[in-house]
């Protein structure tokens, strides 16, 4: 799942992260890595907050549900730019804008499709819990609540 993540991030990256003037050539590979690692890290904190029914709902709505989830990932990133790759805050959020917000509605849209099974919610939010339990049961009384 982990791996499609990155890919899904590497399809959206051409404007904000391949023709951005402000990330080396040398770069980019870490940068689509940072970018994926960021919504990785948010998902899994949301898991382990308590706002699995705020992951769900935001899952099931097309994204519309929470846009402060979108803004947390783009932070995240935006902050990893300036921090590792000294892009100023405002290009970096700008970067950030550009590139998060679309992987995070495909991903929705990839995790309702019934060919991508990686992106199938329960199957992402388990891998997002490290397999350390099957959330189907959880996940499908939510999805219905």
Same mark, same amino acid.
């Given at each position: 799942?982990?791996? $499609? @993540?990155?890919? +899904? %991030? #590497? ?5 904000? &992260?391949? *023709?951005?003037? !402000? ?27 308590? $706002? @699995?029914?705020? +992951? %769900? #709902? ?5 994204? &519309?549900? *929470?846009?402060? !989830? ?28 550009? @590139?998060?917000?679309? %992987? ?42």
């Amino acid at each position: 799942m982990f791996e $499609k @993540l990155f890919l +899904l %991030v #590497k399809n959206n990256a051409g404007t904000a &992260v391949v *023709n951005n003037p !402000l990330i080396p050539a040398k770069h980019h590979n870490a940068v689509m890595i940072e970018a994926s690692s960021s919504i990785i890290e948010v998902l899994k904190g949301q898991m382990e907050n308590g $706002k @699995l029914k705020d +992951l %769900v #709902k935001y899952f099931q709505s097309s994204g &519309v549900y *929470n846009k402060s !989830l979108v803004s947390s990932i783009v932070n995240r990133f935006a902050n990893r730019l300036n921090t590792f790759y000294n892009i100023d805050t405002e290009h970096a959020l700008a970067t950030a804008n550009e @590139l998060i917000p679309v %992987v995070m509605s495909q991903l929705v849209k990839e995790s309702k499709s019934e060919q991508i099974k990686e992106f199938g919610l329960t199957n992402m939010l388990t891998k997002l819990n490290g397999n350390r339990a099957d959330l189907s049961l959880l996940v499908n009384n939510l999805m219905v609540a």
